[in-house]
């Protein structure tokens, strides 16, 4: 394992951590969310949703964390969600198919993809939710592009250049 994907995946672990917290991790996880990246396509396949659960995923540049923190702070993980649909530079991944959903369908296993994703560093961030229940949090390291473009990606949001 590169130095590169050591280093993303320690910070993975640690926004899971803090992820989990925030989230109140008393409630066990459901959802079994895994990631894949091919190319400049981010893809996470979710299955066994609870009844009534669903999931929704974006790819979040790690610049975009110092702007978290003061959702994260009110304890409330649907402010983290609000703020970051507020941002331009998070990318919303949908459903496959002629009606690109951003969520996937309540209770059913489903698809989230993000085609032509730019160069970067990410992390793909599932919320998977109910009205009965707490928002359940799933953080992965995301490595899209050939060579050295993620890190110039990341460097450039970073600068804001």
Do not use: K, W
Request: with cysteine; proline share 11%.
């Amino acid at each position: 394992m590169s130095i590169l994907r050591r280093t993303v995946a320690g910070v993975a672990v640690a926004a899971t951590a803090a992820g989990l917290t925030i989230a109140g991790s008393g409630a066990a996880s459901a959802a079994v969310v895994t990631p894949a990246v091919q190319g400049t396509t981010v893809q996470v396949n979710i299955t066994e949703p609870l009844p009534g659960q669903t999931c929704l995923g974006m790819l979040v540049p790690p610049y975009v964390a110092i702007h978290l923190i003061a959702p994260a702070a009110s304890g409330d993980l649907m402010e983290v969600v609000r703020a970051l649909g507020a941002r331009d530079d998070v990318i919303a991944m949908r459903t496959p198919g002629p009606i690109r959903l951003p969520v996937t369908l309540p209770g059913l296993p489903g698809t989230l993809s993000a085609e032509n994703v730019p160069p970067n560093i990410y992390a793909v961030t599932v919320f998977c939710m109910r009205s009965d229940g707490p928002v359940e949090p799933h953080l992965f390291p995301a490595v899209v592009g050939p060579g050295l473009d993620p890190i110039i990606g990341s460097v450039e949001g970073s600068t804001g250049s």
